[in-house]
């Protein structure tokens, strides 16, 4: 519980991220995934999670 509630002060709502929000949402599905799998380290898949959320709010 601690964990998340450290991240409530950045959230913010879906809408928020305007019409890229599915788009974002795909990646990080994915990242959870090629973690939980083992496709990726957690720290290389949230590295390049970020790296392509960035560029989809630019």
Do not use: C, K, N, W
């Not at 788009?23 to 720290?43: D, F, K, N, Y």
Request: proline letters at 9%.
């Amino acid at each position: 519980m601690p964990g998340f509630a450290g991240q409530l002060p950045s959230a913010r709502p879906r809408s928020g991220y305007g019409a890229e929000y599915p788009e974002i949402s795909r990646v990080i599905h994915t990242m959870a995934t090629q973690v939980l799998t083992g496709v990726s380290r957690p720290e290389r898949a949230a590295a390049d999670a970020e790296a392509e959320i960035d560029r989809l709010l630019r």
